[in-house]
DNA sequence: TTGCTCCTCACGTCACGTGAGGTGGC
DNA sequence: TTGCTCCTCACGTCACGTGAGGTGGC
């Protein structure tokens, strides 16, 4: 999709508004152009890009996707499809495989953050409490109360990649 | 801490050793020492690197540094203190700071995290229940029964930065 | 007429990945 | 002796950020 229709009755938005109305930068539409993701129309004398409500629509479904965690090379290649497959059948099953596939990274995500707010509490803790923290790991590690929680200690065991 | 102290009695680690007990690659390693923030001993002939026991534990610790979110510049910063601040106070509420600052991050993303899930699932959902999905947004809106969830729906309305 | 917006290069950033082409140690 | 590991450039990647230097529209 990369020229966009010409105007019909339609006030277009310049570049700028489309950033402001989308909430990302003048930039990010450019770079959008470049990798093919997005059209502009460019009929008018100035050579000013100009979009319409749909462009808007469209940038707006990148974003989306992009916080559903896709790269901007899956994007497009949704993209493509859905101009490839007008039935949007092949369209619906990728996006149904991506989304339950980020469904999947995002439930390990929430595992790991979950995992993560409870090493930083504990350190936050340990921070305030314990004397000399600069000593970790060494001699005290023995008799310290963060010990059934600290990773540091195991650190001598191997670890797989 | 650019230069390790000479090998005692220790027998020394070469640099895939290391990058398999961190679980980190070579490339790894040699760019963290580029940036100061690892360093390596070179006193054999074959002027190749060699890493101590401690260094290893310096490896995870900006392993668990990065893990907590932190940049390399921040843990760059954080090893600098160390060395300058030899009593540790500075650094400790440096480091109280960080990860304070860090968990209230952890906290949002963790919102964040779930309400993508949220709309992960209807979108699932949405892909397997409805028809036209390429339709969206149009003329079935008005009576799509995803409406009270669909954020794509709103785009009408503007937004800020 | 003035300043805000737009334009196109093109280099910078972050944290590495990935060859190329060559040398060293077990 | 053979192959695995190590070495140093140096360009590539991803998603833009950030000037430089100039032109256009309200």
Redesign the interface.
């Known amino acids: 999709m990369k020229i966009t229709a010409p105007p019909q009755q339609e006030k277009l938005l310049r570049i700028g508004d489309m950033a ?4 990302v930068t003048v930039r990010t539409i450019r770079y959008y152009e470049q990798l093919e993701l997005l059209g502009s129309y460019r009929g008018n004398p100035s050579q000013h890009r100009r979009y319409s409500r749909r462009d ?2 469209y940038l ?2 990148i974003q ?1 996707l992009k ?3 896709l790269s901007l090379r899956e994007i497009g290649e949704i993209i493509e499809l ?1 101009d490839q497959d007008p039935s ?1 059948e092949k ?2 099953l990728m ?2 495989a991506r ?2 596939e ?2 999947r990274e ?2 390990v ?2 595992a790991q ?2 995992a ?2 409870r ?3 504990w ?2 803790a340990q ?2 409490r314990v004397g ?3 000593a970790c ?1 060494g001699q005290e590690c023995a008799a310290c109360e963060f010990r059934p929680v600290c ?2 200690v195991e ?1 001598e065991s ?4």
Chains 1, 2 share one sequence.
Do not use: S, V, W
């Not at 402001?20 to 909430?23: C, D, E, S, V």
């Not at 191997?158 to 990649?161: A, I, L, P, T």
């Open positions: 402001r109305l989308a909430g808007l629509l707006r479904r989306q916080g559903y965690g859905a949007g369209r619906r996006l149904l989304y339950e980020k469904k995002a439930l995500r929430r953050l979950n993560y707010l090493e930083l509490d350190h936050i921070l305030k000399r923290f600069q790991p990773r540091f650190a191997g670890e797989k990649r």
